[in-house]
Every structure is written in structure tokens, then in C-alpha cells.
């Protein structure tokens, strides 16, 4: 079984500062990573994900996030942080499988971003 | 766009009432789950359905039913509302296949139990 594990609960941060909110996953075998938003009263939207290539994908409103398979990790970061970007996310990750009628996705603890001006 | 919406925003219930929360989606996607969110715990998946009439247990599926009519609807049934049941619900669906990881929510549902 796989797990999600999300390093800080609550990272406030000023306007324009950057910001890197840490996942660590845990899984036997392959894993897809993704990372969603939730804005305050909104359901989740997909950020980015991580399928397969490059370890660096880039997901909208400029974030973007590093896989790193040794240490297990799927870190997001955005180099400039605006005040909309106050909102919880969530890392998941979802087990590949050959065939498949759905995927599950386990989901991590949330960090609540919060950025001051 | 897709669009998935759950029948009510905020519900208040006494205990040991029936409650149903609904979820309807408009991309013909075979996929549809439930979840809550609690503070501190993220989302545990409650059931899952990967076809009309088909429903999986999730992780945290005590004190819950589910019920898939039709490909667009899932609904999620509390057959007698605890106050540990309060929560926020959130519907989600995604395609089958390689494309199944897409999970799109919907705005959630806000149940208080008293």
C-alpha cells in the first residue's frame, strides 16, 4: 500500500517570496505523483502530475514540482508567490497499473499556503 | 469543461436521520468516488464506482452506502447520521483507462450533524 506524506501543515510566507511545500511518498512500486489545489469554498483542481520523463513537470500558475525517486520525495515550489495563491494543496499519489478501470489516488495531509502582503 | 456538482452547499441533520448526498457530472465519465475531508486528515476515499450499479469499498466505508442508477449520478447515503459523521463531502470523477488518475471534484458538501 501506498502513503502520502505531507512535511508542513500551515507555511505562511510574504508576498513575492518563494515557497517550496514538501511531500514525501512511500510505495513499493511505480507511482504516478500529482499535486491539487483547493481554493477556500472550491473543490480540488489538478495542479501538475508527475507520469513518467523528465523529473521536472510545470503545472499552472507557474508552480512546478521535482520528483526525486531516492529520496522519495515530490516537492512543489514557485519562485514568486502572489496573495491568490492562498489556498490548501494537497499531494496524491496513485499506483500504475497495467490495465486498469480507475485508479486510486491517496491523498496527503493538505499544507494550508498562506500569503501575507 | 467538465462540470461535477453535489445537490447541496451546506446540510444540517439530527442524528440518526437519513441523508442522501448526490453527485452528477456531465462528461460521461464511468468513474465516481467519494470522499471526506477533515482537517489534519486530507481526503479519505469512502466508495468508489467504476461502472453503473458497481461500488467499491475505500478506505473508511463504515456507516455509509452508495448507490450508482445511472452512469452520470452517485450517491452517497448516511443510513443513520452520527455527529462523528459531520464533515465536509467532496464527489469526484474521472475516465476509465490510463487517463482514470484525472480526478475532477466537485465543490463539496458541508454536513453538520447535531
Known amino acids: 500500500a501506498q502513503s502520502v506524506t505531507q512535511l508542513d501543515s500551515q507555511v505562511p510566507v510574504f508576498e513575492e517570496a518563494p515557497v517550496e511545500l514538501r511531500c514525501n511518498y512511500s510505495?513499493?512500486?511505480?507511482?504516478?505523483l500529482f499535486w491539487y489545489v483547493q481554493y477556500p469554498n472550491q473543490g480540488l483542481q489538478l495542479l501538475l502530475k508527475?507520469?513518467?520523463?523528465?523529473?521536472l513537470v510545470k503545472g499552472i500558475n507557474g508552480f512546478e514540482a521535482e520528483f526525486n525517486k531516492s529520496q522519495t520525495s515530490f516537492h512543489l515550489r514557485k519562485p514568486s508567490v502572489h496573495i491568490s495563491d492562498t489556498a490548501e494543496y494537497f499531494c496524491a499519489v496513485s499506483v500504475r497499473e497495467k490495465e486498469t478501470s480507475g485508479s486510486r489516488l491517496t491523498f496527503g495531509e493538505g499544507t494550508q499556503l498562506t500569503v501575507n502582503p | 469543461d467538465v462540470k461535477v456538482t453535489q445537490s447541496s452547499r451546506y446540510l444540517v441533520k439530527r442524528t440518526g436521520e437519513k441523508v442522501f448526498l448526490e453527485c452528477v457530472q456531465d462528461?460521461?465519465?464511468?468513474?465516481m468516488f467519494w470522499y471526506r475531508q477533515d482537517p489534519g486528515l486530507g481526503l479519505r476515499l469512502i466508495y468508489f464506482s467504476y461502472d453503473v450499479k458497481m461500488k467499491e469499498k475505500g478506505d473508511i466505508p463504515e456507516g455509509y452506502s452508495v448507490s450508482r442508477e445511472k452512469k452520470e449520478r452517485f450517491s452517497l447515503i448516511l443510513e443513520s447520521a452520527s455527529t462523528n459523521q459531520t464533515s465536509m463531502y467532496l464527489c469526484?470523477?474521472?475516465?476509465?483507462?490510463?487517463?482514470?488518475?484525472?480526478?475532477?471534484f466537485g465543490p463539496g458538501t458541508r454536513l453538520t450533524v447535531t
Open positions: 510505495s513499493s512500486v511505480s507511482v504516478y
Open positions: 462528461m460521461d465519465h464511468e468513474n
Open positions: 508527475y507520469l513518467s520523463g523528465s523529473t
Open positions: 469526484a470523477s474521472s475516465l476509465r483507462g490510463v487517463l482514470s488518475y484525472e480526478q475532477y
